[in-house]
T-cell receptor
Framework: DGGITQSPKYLFRKEGQNVTLSCEQN?????MYWYRQDPGQGLRLIYY???????QKGDIAEGYSVSREKKESFPLTVTSAQKNPTAFYLC??????????FGEGSRLTVL | AQSVTQPDIHITVSEGASLELRCNYS??????LFWYVQSPGQGLQLLLK??????LVQGIKGFEAEFKRSQSSFNLRKPSVHWSDAAEYFC????????????FGPGTRLSVLP
């Protein structure tokens, strides 16, 4: 079955550590996205990529970094510069002109 | 820039009752409109979408939504709620058909009483 796989589902980070969240899709979608979700708020866009080796900042990119070396993969690194990283992170993909397809999410907690 | 409001943070209905979740958007032209559902700790699943044409759209799980341009609304409805419908519902609007332009509302949490 085609879909989006995010890992790990739960992740704990100590202060000052970088962590990387994995996102893999086998839907053959060109575009991929990372969103952050906090309670009571809608989804906020962190980064997006429309083609391999190219990506753009979203609304809240500070403290995050991404890469897009393969069409199928779009990992997100939460750096130590992110002041409040505890959140639920969602990866999504799409073809142009259509809806977003989401992964199951990764919950990051800072200890 | 477009924006989305969902006036109800939390709604509780009895199983079998009808449901309407409100969504209002701000955008000058005809937007792309979506409703997504999220179960706790899960990703979002698309219920339905509106791009153009018939303003009453049918979705999965018995949901429908109506686009009303005059009211800038895209309310979600279901005639008879099931206990499994308890979840969080998000309305989203896109100024274009590019995903990076989609804006999500804050969500409405639905509880269902037996």
């Amino acid at each position: 079955d085609g879909g989006i796989t995010q890992s790990p589902k739960y992740l704990f980070r100590k202060e000052g550590q970088n962590v990387t969240l994995s996102c893999e899709q086998n839907l053959n979608h060109d575009a991929m996205y990372w969103y952050r979700q906090d309670p009571g708020q809608g989804l906020r866009l962190i980064y997006y990529s429309q083609i391999v080796n190219d990506f753009q900042k979203g609304d809240i990119a500070e403290g995050y970094s991404v890469s897009r070396e393969k069409k199928e993969s779009f990992p997100l690194t939460v750096t130590s510069a992110q002041k409040n990283p505890t959140a639920f992170y969602l990866c999504a993909s799409s073809i142009t002109g259509s809806e977003l397809f989401f992964g199951e999410g990764s919950r990051l907690t800072v200890l | 820039a477009q924006s989305v409001t969902q006036p109800d943070i939390h709604i509780t209905v009895s199983e079998g009752a009808s449901l309407e979740l409100r969504c209002n958007y701000s955008y000058g032209a005809t937007p792309y409109l979506f409703w997504y559902v999220q179960s706790p700790g899960q990703g979002l699943q698309l219920l339905l979408k509106y791009f153009s044409g018939d303003t009453l759209v049918q979705g999965i799980k018995g949901f429908e939504a109506e686009f009303k341009r005059s009211q800038s609304s895209f309310n979600l409805r279901k005639p008879s709620v099931h206990w499994s419908d308890a979840a969080e519902y998000f309305c989203a609007v896109g100024a274009t058909n590019y995903g990076q332009n989609f804006v999500f509302g804050p969500g409405t949490r639905l509880s269902v009483l037996p």
